[in-house]
């Protein structure tokens, strides 16, 4: 149960840049002439701008960039995936209110999302920053029937679906640092954390947090992350309606998972590789414990990081922070 308003607008956003007419949405939408019109005022008035031609029809120019979940649920192309939504305005954290739900028995695919954390974090219990109305901060519930040792590879599997999401909404190309970063010339536009709720050989839960500056100007960065983050915005020169990009998020991070479960890792390692920067570059790799110094050469089938030390020795890694 959709409101109709939305489901013009998805049918907009399918149209790409060819017009729909009115005609089309009418009898699509088992409505009148007239009442497609009323709608579109409707939506203009909320900040939608059309390009709208007699013969043709009307060419989505702008949308606004709100996250109503009725407009994230009007775009989706998923079978599960953002099916429920828990939305508000301020949370501590996403992960933390996913774990709870997680808890509780929520359905595989669930989504929490907000416009402000207030305790955003990253891994290690690090500040993620996330400002009011600019980014994309949520979590996904994810229930994989998979072993505990397979959680890491969805920071990887993630990794993929948030470049393909991107680049389709947007045209712009991040590249992947492993393991749980997207850059934009080099530097910060996204940030993965994969946490899990498991027993000792199955998982019970992925709880997949992802945090994405959007529409961040550069001054919207504080001082403390300012030579280190930037935006799509910033990139495109223009600003992108978060609730589109979600909804491409939950598709390809459906459709990616899905194809880890089903098939295993070789695909998505491919893919993973392909937009890695990572990949083929002399690192810093600094581990809870040590630091090593090599060249990244690959990543094994479990998602682990070959680093060729200057002995000729191949060194695992498993978890760590990385220099390029
Ligand atoms: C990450 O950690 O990159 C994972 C971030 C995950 C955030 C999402 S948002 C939704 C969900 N709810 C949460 O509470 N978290 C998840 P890590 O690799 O540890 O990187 C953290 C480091 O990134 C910080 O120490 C800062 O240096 C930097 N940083 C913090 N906020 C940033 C931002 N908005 N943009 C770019 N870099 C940032």
């Known amino acids: ?64 960039d709100t996250l109503d979940p009725s407009k994230i649920k009007a775009l989706l192309e998923t079978e599960r995936f953002g099916r429920e939504i828990i939305y508000e305005e301020s949370l501590t954290s996403t992960q933390t209110i996913a774990h709870q739900l997680a808890q509780e028995g929520a359905l595989d695919g669930t989504l929490v999302i907000c416009e402000e954390q207030t305790e955003g974090r990253g891994r290690l219990m690090r500040e993620w920053k996330s400002q009011k109305g600019k980014g994309i901060w949520m979590s996904i519930i994810m229930r994989p029937d998979v072993a505990p040792y397979q959680a890491p590879q969805f920071t990887l599997v993630a990794a993929v679906a948030l470049t393909y999401a991107i680049f389709d909404v947007t045209g712009v190309s991040p590249a992947i640092k492993w393991p749980n970063d997207l850059l934009i010339n080099g530097m910060k536009c996204t940030g993965i954390l994969t946490e899990m709720q498991a027993d000792p050989d199955r998982v019970n839960a992925i709880i997949m947090g992802i945090g994405i500056n959007v529409n961040h100007q550069q001054e919207d960065f504080g001082e403390e992350i300012a030579s280190i983050a930037t935006s799509l915005r910033i990139s495109l020169g223009k600003e992108i309606d978060r609730a589109a990009l979600v909804a491409k998020i939950l598709y390809y991070m459906e459709a990616f998972s899905k194809q880890y479960v089903a098939e295993g890792f070789e695909k998505i390692k491919t893919l993973w590789e392909k937009n890695s920067c990572t990949i083929g570059n002399r690192i810093k790799a600094t581990t809870l414990r040590e630091t090593f110094i090599g060249k990244a050469v690959g990543i094994t089938k479990d998602g682990v990081l070959q680093l060729l030390l200057d002995d000729g020795t191949i060194k695992e890694i498993i978890s760590a922070d990385i220099e390029l």
């Not at 409101?3 to 998805?10: A, G, N, T």
């Not at 149209?15 to 002439?33: C, H, M, N, T």
């Open 1 to 64: 149960n959709t409101p109709i308003k939305y489901e013009i607008v998805k049918r907009l956003f399918a149209a790409k840049d060819k017009p729909i007419s009115g005609q089309q949405l009418a009898d699509e939408l088992q409505i009148s002439r007239t009442a497609v019109w009323k709608y579109m005022k409707q939506l203009e008035e909320e900040g939608y701008e059309f390009e709208a031609t007699r013969k043709k029809g009307y060419l989505l120019q702008k949308s606004p």
